[in-house]
């Protein structure tokens, strides 16, 4: 069975512009959560999609806002790119809210 | 308090020895509890869940769990440089229709030859 994949897995962009990050899960998993991860920090949740609905929310601006379609892979926007926020981001699936999460190699976005 | 709390370490062990990692959770309620293991540049990957109080075994590593005093913990026996590593304690909690697994910030194991 094939894992979560992201797309991109790397990504240069300049202050101001805007990104749009993918994510496709495990097969038959309904659930996607969205992580940022930068040097030294741990996991920041982003936000977490199950079955096209956004279930909860980090302690993220507006610029960070994410979707989920019907087939479950999900994409996650940054508009208004900052220095900041360079980072790991990465995608985790699973079958419930609660069930084990598996990621996926993650997207290491550079604002310059 | 935070949510889960783990050491972040580093936390320094000769090779062969036990390493003991610990996370303690403040919902009484939580329910599954995870442990992943995260390499430098890459993403974690899970190492063991835990569902019941007890031990549960797998190979060298050993998770604990006692829901009474909140804390999940993490043995890895006969410790290898290639379990140097970032340790993350993941915790899972529903509550009425929704739920959440939240993560700690991670311990940082090395093993020394």
């Known amino acids: 069975k094939a894992g979560v994949t992201q797309t991109p897995r790397y990504l240069i962009k300049t202050r101001g512009q805007q990104v749009t990050l993918s994510c496709s899960p495990i097969?038959?998993?309904?659930?996607v959560s969205w992580y940022q991860q930068t040097p030294g920090q741990g996991l920041q949740f982003l936000f977490e999609?199950?079955?096209?609905?956004?279930?909860n929310k980090g302690n993220f601006p507006g610029r960070f806002s994410g979707r989920q379609f019907s087939n479950s892979r999900s994409e996650m926007n940054v508009s208004t790119l900052e220095l900041g926020d360079s980072a790991l981001y990465l995608c985790a699936s699973s079958w419930g809210l609660t069930d084990t999460q598996y990621f996926g190699p993650g997207t290491r976005l550079t604002v310059l | 308090q935070k949510e889960v709390e783990q050491n972040s370490g580093p936390l320094s062990v000769p090779e062969g020895a036990i390493a003991s990692l610990n996370c303690t959770y403040s919902d009484r309620v939580s329910q599954s509890f995870f442990w992943y293991r995260q390499y430098s540049g890459k993403s974690p990957e899970l190492i063991m869940s835990?569902?019941?109080?007890g031990d549960k075994e797998d190979g060298r590593f050993t998770a604990q769990l006692n829901k009474a005093s909140q804390y999940v913990s993490l043995l890895i026996r006969d410790s290898q440089p290639s379990d140097s590593a970032t340790y993350l304690c993941?915790?899972?909690?529903?509550?009425?229709?929704?739920?959440?697994?939240?993560f700690g910030q991670g311990t940082t194991l090395q093993v020394k030859p």
């Open positions: 097969s038959g998993h309904r659930s």
């Open positions: 993941a915790v899972g909690t529903i509550s009425g229709n929704t739920g959440k697994l939240i």
């Open positions: 999609y199950f079955s096209e609905t956004q279930r």
């Open positions: 835990i569902y019941s109080n």
